[in-house]
């Protein structure tokens, strides 16, 4: 499976960005994707999941701006994020998989700054 995210970039704070991210190659085994970010010195955390019912799952510091959304016939998974924070800023990954994330995508850098 090969995830390929985009969408990254520099904002300023209160600003609006939005990911994407296709899945390719052996996507029958894919029930949950969604993103990961990493910030600098920090671990690695979940920002929000999406599974191929619907159930969604969400990190506590980005509840009500930040939205998941899936478009299943094109294998794609979208993150879009509102009132964006300078705490936001990080490399974000792409995951997928079935139960938990097994493939990552290269991470895209979103950066919140004046």
């Known amino acids: 499976v090969q995830l390929q995210a985009s969408g990254g970039g520099l904002v300023q704070p209160g600003g609006s960005l939005r990911l994407s991210c296709a899945a390719s190659g052996s996507i029958f085994n894919i029930h949950l994707m969604g993103w990961y970010r990493q910030a600098p010195g920090k671990q690695r955390e979940l920002v929000a999941t999406l599974s191929m019912g619907g159930t969604t799952d969400y990190a506590d510091s980005v509840k009500d701006r930040f939205t998941i959304s899936r478009d299943n016939p094109k294998n794609t998974v979208y993150l879009q994020m509102n009132q964006l924070k300078p705490e936001d800023t990080a490399v974000y990954y792409c995951?997928?998989?079935?139960?938990?994330?097994?493939?990552w995508g290269q991470g895209t850098q979103v950066t919140v700054s004046s």
């Open positions: 995951v997928a998989g079935m139960m938990t994330p097994t493939y």
